[in-house]
């Protein structure tokens, strides 16, 4: 489904993705996408940083070499996501953020479910957000230690080739290694953009409701 297709799509099903600026919420996507494959120049060697720059070099020389069957070849696509994207996102801390209080109340079978449709739903944003990528970039700001150890907060700007530049934060965790758990595109976060609706989901049927709702909409129905 083309991306844009996909964010028509989203917006008019979901409440809380509706009631946001549609070009926010796809710098969300494609500004995810592009933590891990943009170039940068590291202002410290924080682990957090360097995780992503070595996700960049195979990213980068994939996409400049192999943009065309990237686009038009969906399986190879996928495999390539998985293999350098997915690794470097914890769903996990992600889709126990979007749902919240309705995490504890779920089962341990319907968690894993949980997290494998939103898991899927995202992978589907990105790619479409891939095939829209036209060498955008973006600049990082030097690293500050977060409050936390196992947390770190990485600043950056989404510059546009029309000149527009978009501040994007991209949020991690240390658990056996860093990931991405959230980004927000000014002050906007995709997990809280996703709670909203997500919550209209389960409040009309339960857990389960969005659970089907989500492998209705991810084609795993």
């Not at 409440?15 to 070009?23: D, E, L, Q, Y």
Request: hydrophobic share 40%.
């Amino acid at each position: 489904i083309p991306f844009r297709q996909y964010l028509k799509l989203l917006s008019s099903q979901t409440t809380g993705v509706s009631k946001m600026n549609i070009r926010k919420f796809k710098y969300l996507i494609c500004g995810m996408f592009l933590a891990i494959a943009s170039p940068y120049s590291l202002a410290d060697e924080h682990p957090a940083q360097v995780m992503v720059e070595e996700a960049i070099t195979g990213m980068l020389d994939l996409f400049q070499t192999e943009e065309d069957r990237l686009k038009s070849d969906p399986e190879f696509l996928q495999s390539k996501l998985d293999e350098l994207i997915v690794p470097h996102l914890d769903f996990d801390l992600m889709t126990k953020s979007v749902v919240k209080k309705y995490w504890r109340k779920a089962t341990d079978s319907q968690r894993d479910e949980l997290v494998i449709q939103f898991k899927a739903l995202l992978m589907n944003a990105y790619s479409g957000a891939l095939t829209e990528y036209s060498g955008e970039s973006i600049t990082f700001e030097p690293f500050r230690p977060a409050s936390r150890e196992d947390r770190a907060v990485v600043k950056s700007v989404f510059s546009q080739k029309t000149g527009e530049d978009v501040p994007v934060v991209y949020k991690l965790r240390d658990k056996s290694g860093w990931t991405i758990y959230d980004i927000e595109v000014n002050n906007i976060s995709l997990v809280t953009s996703y709670r909203s609706a997500f919550y209209q989901e389960i409040e009309k049927g339960g857990i389960e409701g969005l659970i089907a709702t989500l492998k209705e909409r991810n084609g795993t129905s």
